[in-house]
């Protein structure tokens, strides 16, 4: 059975592909806790498993995946990486290695859920990350973001009297958008930050390309991202799992 793992910065997401559709999904925190990660993804394997992968938390974890993987007999792990072209889309990179595989497994789901229209991606997650894909194929480039607890963070660090903040736990309205204490200020001013950016690039990509895009949303904080956007967005958890799903059609295709 084939079974798809998406691991982020924080978290790994998995999930089994089985007639075409994902089904078990799970997820852990591997971040400071890479041994409880890895272990939750073990429990959760069917004997024998295709693994098909996508990485961007470093070599340490690749290195506890593929030695998993040696530890189950049976089992194989495809590791996806970013290539010039995949899927009728053709990298913007003139460097394909330097764009995140995340990135590009999610740009390639979305091109092909969008069909015949552009597609957008904002991915919220340690990083929050945008990209577009014309109808044609065509990956048009992207954004790379600090998540709203990376930009308190950085406030923390590197000013000596704002002090760590609470993030903002719902979307301010109207001028409630202005905060009267520190944690709001930085909370708010955080995800307005986000939102704003992102929904400029949406519009940017929509005027270049005469036609709205169709905008996908996915990540650990797209359900916090997404009251702050003015932008129409369809949520899709599993955007990677579902490019991922390309790779294991592509490979059983192969095999035939």
């Given at each position: 059975?084939?079974?798809?793992?998406?691991i982020?910065?924080?978290?790994?997401k998995?999930?089994?592909?089985?007639?075409?559709?994902?089904v078990?999904?799970g997820?852990?925190?591997?971040?400071?806790?890479?041994d409880?990660?890895?272990?939750?993804?073990?429990?959760?394997?069917?004997?024998?498993?295709?693994?098909?992968?996508?990485?961007?938390?470093?070599?340490?974890?690749r290195?506890?995946?593929e030695?998993?993987?040696?530890?189950?007999?049976?089992a194989?792990l495809e590791?996806?990486?970013?290539?010039?072209?995949?899927?009728?889309?053709?990298?913007?990179?003139?460097?394909p290695?330097?764009?995140?595989?995340?990135?590009?497994?999610?740009?390639?789901?979305?091109?092909?859920a969008?069909?015949?229209?552009?597609?957008?991606?904002?991915?919220?997650?340690?990083?929050v990350?945008?990209?577009?894909?014309?109808?044609?194929?065509?990956?048009?480039?992207?954004?790379?973001?600090?998540?709203?607890?990376?930009?308190?963070?950085?406030?923390?660090?590197?000013?000596?009297?704002?002090?760590?903040?609470?993030?903002?736990?719902?979307?301010?309205?109207?001028?409630?958008?202005?905060?009267?204490?520190?944690?709001?200020?930085?909370?708010?001013?955080?995800?307005?930050?986000?939102?704003?950016?992102?929904?400029?690039?949406?519009?940017?990509?929509?005027?270049a390309?005469?036609?709205?895009?169709?905008?996908?949303?996915?990540?650990?904080?797209?359900?916090a991202?997404?009251?702050?956007?003015?932008?129409?967005?369809?949520?899709?958890a599993?955007?990677?799992?579902?490019?991922?799903?390309?790779?294991?059609g592509?490979?059983?295709?192969?095999?035939?």
């Amino acid at each position: 059975m084939a079974v798809l793992v998406d691991i982020g910065n924080t978290r790994i997401k998995w999930a089994s592909l089985e007639h075409g559709r994902l089904v078990g999904r799970g997820s852990a925190v591997h971040r400071d806790s890479l041994d409880e990660g890895i272990a939750a993804l073990d429990a959760a394997l069917p004997a024998k498993p295709r693994i098909i992968a996508s990485n961007v938390a470093g070599e340490a974890v690749r290195a506890r995946l593929e030695a998993l993987v040696e530890c189950r007999p049976g089992a194989s792990l495809e590791l996806v990486a970013t290539s010039a072209q995949r899927f009728g889309v053709r990298c913007a990179y003139a460097d394909p290695s330097r764009l995140g595989v995340d990135r590009w497994v999610a740009v390639l789901a979305a091109h092909h859920a969008a069909r015949a229209a552009a597609a957008c991606v904002l991915n919220a997650g340690t990083a929050v990350t945008f990209d577009a894909v014309d109808a044609a194929g065509a990956h048009l480039g992207g954004l790379i973001l600090p998540g709203a607890n990376l930009q308190a963070a950085a406030l923390d660090r590197h000013t000596s009297n704002i002090g760590p903040t609470a993030p903002a736990i719902a979307v301010a309205r109207g001028l409630e958008l202005l905060g009267r204490n520190t944690d709001a200020a930085v909370g708010n001013g955080a995800w307005l930050a986000l939102a704003a950016a992102l929904d400029r690039a949406v519009a940017t990509v929509a005027s270049a390309l005469r036609a709205a895009p169709v905008v996908y949303l996915t990540g650990g904080d797209a359900d916090a991202l997404q009251g702050w956007l003015e932008t129409r967005v369809e949520l899709r958890a599993d955007l990677v799992l579902e490019g991922l799903a390309l790779f294991a059609g592509a490979r059983a295709e192969a095999g035939r």
